[in-house]
């Protein structure tokens, strides 16, 4: 049982470069979320999914965007990478309904120079 | 908008003591709230949740809900080294869909 798994671990990008951050999960769960977290701040929400073919958008969508063909998957695409996206991205997964408990992934460390 | 704030860190105490976090928020539409540990370089790892008013203990840790003041707090007792991380308190909206975080505490205790 792997849970969440993210790919890659580490990645540098240059300014108008794009990338997918790699997302699953083998818990089956519905919820996924993509987060992202700056150095001494908390936890944004980028997008998030109910389950697949279903996503919305968080406080920080603005230059990700987001598909879920599958329960297992769930990519982030990053378009034209601009110096504000350096950052660390987690991605979670949780059941629909109780007890409501939110696992992570290890992250991806992402620096857009 | 609805916020999770907690206390102002960073927060140190000497290994044995109890270490005390604290949270409170804004949504009295939020049901359920979940305490996370993370260590630095490490991603968020669920320690405790609590539905209900009072105490839940689960070993060292006791988390405790008062929703008429609208307040969440961690108790860790007998504090070790290997406690030292920032703690994220966490409210789940009342649509259930998702989780607001608060900044976190960066909690050292020193040996």
């Known amino acids: 049982n792997a849970g969440v798994t993210q790919t890659p671990k580490f990645r540098i990008l240059k300014i108008g470069q794009s990338m997918t951050l790699q997302c699953a999960q083998d818990m089956n769960h519905n919820y996924m979320y993509w987060y992202r977290q700056d150095p001494g701040m908390g936890l944004k929400l980028i997008y998030y999914s109910v389950g697949a073919g279903i996503t919305d958008k968080g406080e920080v969508p603005n230059g990700y965007n987001v598909s879920r063909s599958t329960t297992e998957d769930f990519p982030l695409r990053l378009e034209l990478a601009a110096p504000s996206q350096t950052s660390v991205y987690f991605c979670?997964?949780?059941?629909?309904?109780?007890?409501?408990?939110?696992?992570f992934g290890p992250g991806t460390r992402l620096t857009v120079t | 908008q609805k916020e999770v704030e907690q206390n102002s860190g960073p927060l140190s105490v000497p290994e044995g003591a109890i270490a005390s976090l604290n949270c409170t928020y804004s949504d009295r539409g939020s049901q359920s709230f979940f305490w996370y540990r993370q260590y630095s370089g490490k991603s968020p790892e669920l320690i405790m949740f609590i539905y209900s008013n009072g105490d839940k203990e689960d070993g060292r840790f006791t988390a405790q809900l008062n929703k008429a003041s609208q307040y969440v707090s961690l108790l860790i007792r007998d504090s070790q080294p290997s406690d030292s991380a920032t703690y994220l308190c966490?409210?789940?909206?009342?649509?259930?869909?998702?989780?607001?975080f608060g900044k976190g505490t960066l909690l050292t205790v020193n040996p």
């Open positions: 966490a409210g789940l909206g009342g649509s259930n869909y998702k989780l607001t």
């Open positions: 979670a997964s949780r059941t629909s309904g109780a007890p409501y408990e939110q696992y």
